[in-house]
T-cell receptor, first 109, second 116 residues
Framework: QKEVEQDPGPLSVPEGAIVSLNCTYS??????FMWYRQYSRKGPELLMY????GNKEDGRFTAQVDKSSKYISLFIRDSQPSDSATYLC?????????FGTGTSLTVIP | GAVVSQHPSWVICKSGTSVKIECRSL??????MFWYRQFPKQSLMLMAT?????????EQGVEKDKFLINHASLTLSTLTVTSAHPEDSSFYIC????????????FGPGTRLTVL
């Protein structure tokens, strides 16, 4: 079983839709949870960084962590064509990082 | 956020040659940097952890003699792919942790290596 599972998609939504991206994990030692956005042929860009369970909001983005279910989510409200990218979840025990495979998102104008 | 740069952004080389990729933290110091490779439509694979002033730590299965890492200063780490072969063609990305939190990684823009 992989440490981090992420549905690769692709996911296609109309502009303005709410997007939900998810990852599950198996290691209960993960304490830090991140979401990265990666445009084609570019390096990942940190979007959200959270510690432990709970919600964190930043503009149109909301990150949710449920440690009891070992499940994290990223919600994008009012999605825009510029949100079209691959979204990677990442998790850390504090010493080791693990990345999901990424979900490819396309927002159609 | 902090800025990490990489150079070159794209390199094409002949099989058997060596290629050096630079990773710089532009506005902060990084005693640790990470090197990843990424194949098309796949996630990041950690290759090694670069430590300033000491030897790099390589992940299992990564040949340390093939992928030479030097972390010469607090703002520069280099990855040299020695005797490159077509199977080394990939997207190489470095990252450095934030000075505030080791778990907050900032990535470079990546270097696309094509070995002919």
């Amino acid at each position: 079983q992989k440490e981090v599972e992420q549905d690769p998609g692709p996911l296609s939504v109309p502009e303005g839709a709410i997007v939900s991206l998810n990852c599950t994990y198996s290691n209960s030692a993960f304490q830090y949870f991140m979401w990265y956005r990666q445009y084609s042929r570019k390096g990942p860009e940190l979007l959200m960084y959270t510690y432990s369970s709970g919600n964190k909001e930043d503009g149109r983005f909301t990150a949710q962590v449920d440690k009891s279910s070992k499940y994290i989510s990223l919600f994008i409200r009012d999605s825009q064509p510029s949100d079209s990218a691959t979204y990677l979840c990442a998790m850390s025990t504090g010493n080791q990082f693990y990345f999901g495979t990424g979900t490819s998102l396309t927002v159609i104008p | 956020g902090a800025v990490v740069s990489q150079h070159p952004s794209w390199v094409i080389c002949k099989s058997g040659t060596s290629v050096k990729i630079e990773c710089r933290s532009l506005d902060f110091q990084a005693t640790t940097m990470f090197w990843y490779r990424q194949f098309p439509k796949q996630s990041l694979m950690l290759m090694a952890t670069s430590n300033e002033g000491s030897k790099a730590t390589y992940e299992q299965g990564v040949e340390k003699d093939k992928f030479l890492i030097n972390h010469a200063s607090l703002t520069l780490s280099t990855l040299t792919v020695t005797s490159a072969h077509p199977e080394d063609s990939s997207f190489y990305i470095c990252s450095a942790p934030s000075v505030n939190s080791y778990n907050e990684q900032f990535f470079g823009p990546g270097t696309r290596l094509t070995v002919l």
